[in-house]
């Protein structure tokens, strides 16, 4: 009834809704959004994938989703504790967001891993830390734009020459080092990442 849903082989996450496939379903009188709203909140994220899976076709979605349910880890529920946010914050940053090896991890249905990330570890400062690893660290000098042996600074991502910074650094100078742009602003722009926190 409705075109076939292609899978791209390079796709790192798989896909849970196409908006143009479900408007078509919609048109062609499926119950999509009846579907979904008769669905709890927890299980809305199921729903979708069933949804797509199925084609968009309610009834076998119904089904589909039935099957998906007896599949699905029953721990709903991501703990609230200290460690458990430390182990979800490593295991972003280990596992560059990939949310279905993070759940598979803590042993909890995808879910339940991205209503902990929404709700909960979103709003943590160990949320900030993971956006500044995720950032790409730079590989050329901030000033010059070239390549070579760099020293970053421990305030903000940007990496310098010893000799493009003003004055010239002759050595690397131990411990934290900052740019002249953050000793002057007297605040450092990023904090940094510690994989190992207990």
């Known amino acids: 009834m409705f075109r076939n849903l292609s899978k791209s082989s390079d796709s790192r996450y798989d896909q849970v809704w196409n908006p143009a496939v479900a408007e078509t379903a919609c048109c062609f009188g499926e119950g999509i959004y009846h579907f979904m709203d008769s669905l709890p909140f927890r299980l809305k994220d199921l729903g979708m994938r069933a949804l797509h899976k199925a084609n968009y076709n309610v009834e076998v979605a119904s089904n589909e989703f039935k099957e998906?349910?007896?599949?699905?880890?029953?721990?709903?529920?991501v703990r609230c504790t200290r460690e458990t946010l430390y182990r979800f914050h490593s295991l972003m940053i280990e596992k560059r967001k990939d949310f279905n090896c993070i759940a598979s991890d803590l042993g909890v249905s995808l879910g339940a891993?991205?209503?902990?990330?929404?709700?909960?570890?979103?709003?943590?400062?160990?949320?900030?830390?993971?956006?500044?690893c995720l950032k790409e660290e730079s590989d050329q000098c901030h000033i010059c734009h070239k390549h070579g042996d760099l020293i970053c600074c421990d305030g903000c991502n940007?990496?310098?020459?010893?000799?493009?910074?003003?004055?010239?650094?002759?050595?690397?100078?131990?411990?934290?080092?900052?740019?002249?742009?953050c000793k002057q602003s007297g605040t450092p722009q990023r904090?940094?990442?510690?994989?190992g926190r207990k």
């Open 68 to 77: 998906m349910q007896k599949h699905e880890p029953k721990n709903e529920d």
């Open 113 to 132: 891993c991205l209503t902990y990330y929404y709700n909960k570890y979103k709003q943590s400062d160990e949320y900030q830390e993971l956006k500044m």
């Open 158 to 181: 940007h990496t310098f020459h010893l000799t493009c910074i003003k004055p010239p650094i002759l050595i690397i100078p131990a411990g934290d080092w900052y740019c002249p742009s």
């Open 191 to 195: 904090k940094l990442c510690f994989y």
